[in-house]
Each structure stands twice: as structure tokens, then as C-alpha cells.
């Protein structure tokens, strides 16, 4: 995931403009563990819009959150993680 910025300035380059990655992905799985969430729970939030996945990415058919989404939701529902 790369900032509009960052792309238009690698494309502005000759696409030889280091490009810096800003964003944790996490699958499904990995961002229920990580809210320390059952499947079945992570499930519930994402069916709500509570978790919003990237839109238009997935990581071998999965849908994926980036870190922040996953921070956001964590401090909306004063989880410590």
C-alpha cells in the first residue's frame, strides 16, 4: 500500500524513485489474532463495516486489513492490544 504521492512520483521518475512500503497487511486470520478475536467474532465486525478490509487486496484469496484499520478499531473499542 503506497501513498497517491509516492506513486505519482515513481511514475513522474522514470519509476526509479525508492518507494517507501507504509502499511502492516494482516489476512483475516492474522488480524483476528492479533485483536485477539475468534474467527467467528472477526467475522461479526467485518459483516457490521466495524472492520474495513483494503479495497480491491487479498493475499491468496483473503481479503486484508492494514494495521492502522486494526489500531482504529482496537482504540474505538477501548481494547488494549
Same mark, same amino acid.
Request: a negative charge.
Given at each position: 500500500? $503506497? =501513498?497517491?504521492?509516492?506513486?505519482? %512520483? /515513481?511514475?513522474?521518475? &522514470?519509476?526509479? !524513485? +525508492?518507494? @517507501? $512500503?507504509? +502499511?502492516?497487511? /494482516?489476512? $483475516?486470520? =492474522?488480524? #483476528? #489474532?492479533?485483536?485477539?478475536? %475468534? *474467527?467467528? @467474532?472477526?467475522? @461479526?465486525?467485518? +459483516?457490521?463495516? @466495524?472492520?474495513? *478490509?483494503? &479495497?480491491?487486496? !487479498?493475499?491468496?484469496?483473503? $481479503?486484508? /486489513? !492494514?494495521?492502522?484499520?486494526?489500531?482504529?478499531? #482496537? #482504540?474505538?473499542?477501548?481494547?488494549?492490544?
Amino acid at each position: 500500500v $503506497f =501513498s497517491r504521492e509516492q506513486l505519482d %512520483d /515513481y511514475k513522474a521518475h &522514470d519509476q526509479r !524513485t +525508492a518507494i @517507501e $512500503f507504509i +502499511a502492516t497487511l /494482516y489476512t $483475516f486470520d =492474522s488480524a #483476528a #489474532a492479533y485483536l485477539h478475536l %475468534d *474467527p467467528k @467474532e472477526m467475522r @461479526e465486525l467485518v +459483516a457490521a463495516g @466495524e472492520i474495513v *478490509p483494503v &479495497d480491491k487486496v !487479498t493475499i491468496g484469496g483473503q $481479503f486484508v /486489513y !492494514t494495521g492502522e484499520e486494526l489500531e482504529r478499531v #482496537a #482504540a474505538a473499542r477501548g481494547w488494549e492490544l
